[in-house]
């Protein structure tokens, strides 16, 4: 019994994933065939560097929901040829029939926690070097963004274009113990890669010593921090290609920045781990749906098991954006769809048919 539902469960699940993925590939074939031309793009580098760089992402992006449909698929059509109910007249208990399905889920929990934390990271690496080497990437502007440079001071610049290296409305404050003691702000600020240092335009220093306040103007200044481009070009997609120990890294240096993107990068490393727990939810909810026989078949089975789903990734993505408004915690906000889940899984366990 455990070796025939677990070859039916993995071979339903692998079977589901390379079929979307046979669709998603040809969708994007379509879509970017006119720009890999035009680009020059050779074959080779489109199918190794982007194509297998590309499959790792998608397929973990969906495994929780292929979980659940491939666990509703081929358990209806157990019960469907009554063998759930042979399982059961042979004197198998509903939970040891359970265990297969268990020992699946964890296989693919297993799979995704690798692919999510140690593949999916050096994939994103490789396939963001295609993209800037032939699909030219446009650059983004960032705005208002604040840095902790140290302890007692902070760096602003209103706007920031990293393409250029350039920024507008900078300042850096140095803090006293209830006011800033000193202040540099400029109109504009600019990074040489020459020289490794600033160039400020139009600028305006303050100091306040024992209350007394002096003020410098001028029109040019070369000066050094202790910040670098990079401290300006938050990008959120540098976060998908590091690993779970560089991002635990990386969060406590932007936390100690003072980053207006760390609740992104903290939810980032709770959906690493949740989204793998939540395909072991689904396999179990996908049982308990399917394991009741119905006179409709297999369909009343599917279309249920797809409400399901689709409102578990709906809530998913509320939660996601409750943790971004600080109306959660981060924590909370990707783990709170897997735990009311989990609640409903074990309510439907103990009326399904057994």
């Known amino acids: 019994m455990d070796s025939y539902i677990l070859k039916k469960y993995l071979g339903s699940f692998f079977f ?54 491939s666990v509703i698929w ?16 042979a004197g198998v208990d509903f939970y040891r029939f359970l265990m297969p399905y268990i020992v699946g889920s964890l296989i693919i929990v297993a799979i995704s926690f690798a692919m999510a934390n140690f593949v999916i990271p050096r994939t994103n690496e490789k396939l963001f070097e295609f993209k800037d080497k032939y699909t030219k990437r446009k650059f983004v502007t ?22 250029m290296l350039e920024g507008s409305y900078f300042s850096y404050e140095e803090m006293g113990e209830d006011q800033f003691t000193y202040k540099l702000s400029a ?34 200044m070369d000066t050094v921090f202790n910040i670098s481009p990079n401290d300006f070009n938050q990008d959120e997609n540098i976060i998908e290609t590091m690993t779970y120990k560089e991002l635990r890294r990386f969060i406590k240096s932007e936390n100690e920045k003072g980053s207006s993107l760390v609740k992104v990068y903290e939810i980032e490393k709770h959906k690493r781990i949740s989204n793998p727990v939540g395909a072991l939810i689904m396999a179990i909810l996908g049982l308990s749906v399917a394991a009741r026989k119905t ?21 998913q993505q509320v939660a996601k954006v409750f943790a971004l408004s600080g109306l959660l915690p981060p924590a909370i906000g990707s783990w709170i769809p897997n735990m009311l889940y989990a609640v409903i899984c074990i309510y439907l366990l103990k009326f399904v048919q057994k």
């Open 142 to 163: 960032h705005t208002n963004i604040h840095v902790k440079n140290s302890p007692n001071s902070y760096v602003y610049v209103e706007r920031w274009q990293n393409d």
């Open 295 to 315: 006179r409709r078949g297999v369909g009343v089975h599917v279309f249920i098991g797809l409400v399901i789903a689709f409102s578990f990734i709906f809530f």
């Open 187 to 220: 109109s504009g600020i600019h990074y040489n890669e020459d020289t490794k240092n600033w160039t400020l335009r139009n600028w305006t220093k303050r100091h306040i010593l024992d209350g007394v306040e002096t003020v410098e103007t001028g029109r040019r």
């Open 16 to 69: 589901a994933i390379t079929l979307l993925m046979t669709v998603i590939i040809v969708f994007d074939i379509s879509e970017n065939i006119n720009l890999f031309l035009d680009r020059d793009a050779p074959l080779k580098d489109i199918i190794f560097k982007y194509y297998l760089n590309f499959i790792p992402y998608f397929i973990n992006l969906f495994i929780p929901l292929f979980t659940f449909i």
């Open 74 to 89: 081929f358990t209806s059509k157990l019960s469907g040829n009554n063998e759930i109910i042979s399982f059961f007249n």
